[in-house]
């Protein structure tokens, strides 16, 4: 099985052909292509490159499936004896990449 650990955002990812990301959002269209190039390590059937941070020339060439939000979350701010309480909700916004190949050369 082919696999590779991409970075993104500040946070790594695992990718596989034909499996789904979820990332922070990019603005790009639906079903647009898109390459992630900051590629940390690559595996393919026992053989591993591991880059020294990233490895040259290597790319995750993916497809943007749909624009998704996370879950929510409540951010409760309380300061007991001095009546202040705030409840606020966020929910993050994520672009799903669908991964269509690891290219490496």
Known sequence: MKYAIVED??????????ETIDVDCYPCE???GIDLDRVLLVSDDG?????????AGAKIQATVMDHVKGPK???FKYKPKE???TKRGHRQLYTRLRVDAIVTE
């Not at 955002?9 to 034909?18: D, P």
């Open 47 to 55: 053989k591993t490159s591991v880059g020294t941070p990233f490895i």
């Open 83 to 85: 009546r202040i309480r």
């Open 30 to 32: 639906i079903g647009e």
């Open 9 to 18: 955002g500040g946070k790594q990812f695992k990718a596989v052909v034909g």
């Open 73 to 75: 979350l409540i951010v």
